[in-house]
């Protein structure tokens, strides 16, 4: 039988990439999200990638007794990956309660039943955000981290707490935080991708409906930090490549490969790219234009930061494939499909 996996969060952006590599892979995966901040025609778009249409349950995580009945109908869970969390920085300013409540209840309610339904594997979604801006370039897993620029990144921090503090209590029980660096793109197919709800926020989702013709003009914020061309430097993942991280960290768990019952791992490509490097880069790839001018830096924001992946590479035995151009073609093929919807 194959072995299941919940996974919270899976019609997101990056819970659905990690959907269709868990399926393809074997595994049998069940989704919970409340759908706040995705859409129900994921699930469809996943079968018409992979051929199978993922188990599906929907409602908030931060609802104990529901997540309570969950874990007592699905007997057969092996490990849960946990997307499932809000995660727009000013949103998270303006919000602070809501962002705590969400990310931090939903996490607790989740490993309080893995506890009591004795489900021992966890990977959750942490991020680089917990690194701030280093002192030293790029950050190794043992950069220590700093106090965070925004609920949002508190959040995640605080989240890689309570799992280190629950798994020093529970031996039993296995966790990896994986420190997402910045993930962009789309599956090739262009049938699952980044859906933001009004204004995009990121980089690429409002640079794609710039080049789109639905915003007039991608704004660069700042070109005087003290990077080579002056733009913010960060590192850029295709979404795929992430997803196969995480099933790389499952298989590490599920196959007791783990050297310490709570570990840690950078998932980024190594490589810094700033705002006008990406611009240029799409513009080789797709043969579109930008139109972008340069604006103030914008509150908040570092001036740069990438991952050393040494660690990840060797012991997760992963390693990001997808070069920029075709990441960002990617990001370019879903733009056109769902403009054209
Ligand atoms: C990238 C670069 C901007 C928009 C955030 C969160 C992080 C993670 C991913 C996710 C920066 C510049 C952006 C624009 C621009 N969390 N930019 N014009 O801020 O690195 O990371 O998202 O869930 O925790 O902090 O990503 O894509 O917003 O920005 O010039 O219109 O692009 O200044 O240098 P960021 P981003």
């Not at 995705?38 to 529901?66: N, R, W, Y």
């Not at 503090?165 to 793109?185: E, Q, S, V």
């Not at 709800?197 to 989702?205: C, D, E, H, M, S």
Request: charged share 25%; with cysteine.
């Amino acid at each position: 039988m194959s072995k299941q996996i919940l996974v919270t969060g899976g019609t997101g952006f990056i819970g659905s990439h990690t959907v269709v590599e868990l399926q393809n892979n074997g595994y049998d995966v069940v989704i919970v999200d409340n759908l706040s901040n995705s859409k129900i025609e994921v699930l469809e778009q996943i079968e018409a990638i992979t051929g199978v249409k993922p188990k599906f349950e929907e409602f908030d995580l931060t609802d104990k007794q529901k997540v309570n009945d969950f874990f007592q109908k699905y007997t057969d869970l092996e490990a849960i990956i946990h997307f499932a969390a809000s995660k727009a920085v000013g949103e998270s300013v303006e919000k602070p309660l809501m962002y705590y409540n969400n990310n931090l209840n939903s996490l607790m309610n989740i490993m309080a039943c893995m506890i009591e339904y004795k489900v021992p594997n966890l990977v959750f979604s942490s991020s680089c955000t917990v690194y701030g801006q280093p002192d030293k370039l790029p950050v190794t897993e043992q950069t220590p981290r700093k106090e965070a620029e925004s609920p949002y990144g508190n959040t995640k921090s605080i989240c890689e707490d309570i799992i280190r503090d629950t798994l020093k209590a529970c031996p039993d029980l296995k966790g990896i935080a994986l420190r997402y660096f910045n993930p962009i793109g789309a599956h090739e197919t262009a049938k699952i991708g980044e859906l933001p709800l009004g204004v995009p926020n990121n980089l690429i989702p409002f640079l794609t409906q710039t080049v789109a013709g639905i915003r007039p003009e991608l704004s660069v914020f700042g070109d005087d930090y003290n990077t080579p061309d002056g733009s913010a430097i960060r590192d850029y993942i295709h979404v795929v490549d992430l997803a196969k991280a995480h099933v790389v960290a499952i298989e590490r768990l599920l196959n007791g490969k783990n050297k310490a019952n709570c570990e840690y791992f950078n998932v980024g490509t190594g490589n810094g790219v700033s705002v006008l490097e990406i611009i240029e880069s799409f513009e080789r790839a797709t043969g579109e234009k930008v139109p972008h001018k340069i604006v103030a830096r914008r509150a908040g924001d570092i001036e740069q930061i990438y991952a050393d992946t040494t660690y990840a590479n060797d012991e997760l035995g992963w390693k990001a494939q997808s070069s920029l151009d075709e990441t960002l073609l990617s990001a370019w093929k879903w733009q056109k499909n769902i403009s054209e919807k």
